[in-house]
């Protein structure tokens, strides 16, 4: 059971909304769960059916109302780590909607109140922090507060 609870957690943690403001891992770390998350999953998948089964075949290990907890726990970590994050952070990557850069500011300005990392914000649309990337088809930028969210930015090719 610590092994499922663990790695749920760790997918939870990085890869849900709450490692951007409490519990903040290393752009390392964070990545190495992002590419690695299939087989934490697994773990942790594996690791609530062991535990579940060994605990089945001897009920005094645990009361039933603390594992129907802890499976409780394990569900709700391991859906905000594996498939919120899809459902909230679909890839835009071929579907995105790129704008000119004279109409940029008024987009920017949608997510102004929002645009802050730490004790770090902007007054106005001008300040924000953009990465620019530049590609075959053009330059495109993202805004610094949508990066901050647990995706992967890629270009298109």
């Known amino acids: 059971m610590l092994i499922a609870q663990l790695s749920a957690f760790i997918l939870f943690k990085d890869l849900a909304d709450i490692s951007q403001w409490v519990v903040q891992s290393s752009r390392e770390f964070t990545m190495f769960v992002w590419y690695n998350k299939e087989i934490l999953a697994l773990m942790a998948i594996s690791g609530l059916i062991i535990s579940v089964a060994v605990w089945r075949t001897d009920r ?14 394990f569900g709700i970590n391991f859906y905000s ?7 909230m952070f679909r890839s835009q990557q071929h579907v995105a909607n790129f704008v000119p850069v004279p109409e940029a500011p008024q987009y920017l300005q ?3 109140e929002k645009a802050h990392f730490g004790p770090k914000s902007w007054a106005t649309v001008d300040d924000s ?3 620019v990337l530049e590609t075959d088809q053009g330059a495109y930028a993202y805004s610094d507060y949508y990066l901050l969210q647990p995706h992967v930015v890629k270009g298109g090719r």
């Open 81 to 87: 780590g594996m498939f919120n994050t899809r459902l």
């Open 129 to 131: 922090e953009v990465l």
């Open 60 to 73: 005094s290990l645990c009361p039933k109302l603390l594992v129907f907890l802890f499976i409780i726990f």
């Open 110 to 112: 949608l997510s102004l």
